[in-house]
């Protein structure tokens, strides 16, 4: 006898720069894969798509978001973007332009009917620049509240985090497998199986 069809079909794509595919990490899980292995799937047919660009920030990702997600979502599914921001913005854009590039976004992506939730930016080792991210992620923070999209803060809890600066400095300024696995578990605890109306495993990690 075959398997009863799934009563649920998700497609999920992920959107970011390079830090999507894991790079860094000697288990190639990244977060992503981390979090999708701890994600429950009984009668739940999801489908990923990593859609990474190195070093990009929200003005490139305005513009290309749409057209690399279209061909992945369906008519009959139901159609999720996962946003994760960085800092580059402190580079290419001023704070109101980079509010204004993820309004479009979450925007755009509210009237094709696409679920959001909006990962914020990562703090590095160099103290000043961490604090222009901060307010880059209230920000980023307040766009997506104000329209009812779910937002992990991961900035806030690994600015200090002492493993999450150790094992940045360890690697060049990226994470590895301990940081990886940080931002993981923030993003199991902060809204993951709610935003996928999904059961919250009894002992997630």
Known sequence: ????????????????????????????????????????????????????????????????????????????????????????????????????????????????????????PLPGLDAERNRQAAQLNRAYQDVATRRSHPYVDAFTPLVDHQQWREDLTANEGRPAQAGYGLIAWLMLHRGWYQWLDLPEPAASS
């Open 1 to 120: 006898m075959e398997d009863p069809a799934p009563t649920r079909r998700l497609r999920l794509v992920v959107v970011g720069d390079e830090l999507l595919t894991g790079v860094g990490d000697p288990r190639a899980l990244g977060w992503v894969g981390r979090v999708l292995s701890k994600t429950p799937l009984e009668d739940v047919e999801l489908q990923h798509y990593v859609l990474a660009v190195p070093d990009e920030g929200t003005e490139a990702l305005s513009q290309r978001w749409e057209a690399e997600a279209a061909p992945r979502f369906g008519p009959t599914t139901e159609n999720l973007l996962l946003i994760a921001l960085n800092d580059h913005d402190l580079v290419n854009a001023t704070s109101a332009r980079a509010r204004l590039n993820l309004a479009n976004i979450l925007d755009r992506a509210a009237q094709q009917g696409i679920r959001c939730l909006v990962l914020g």
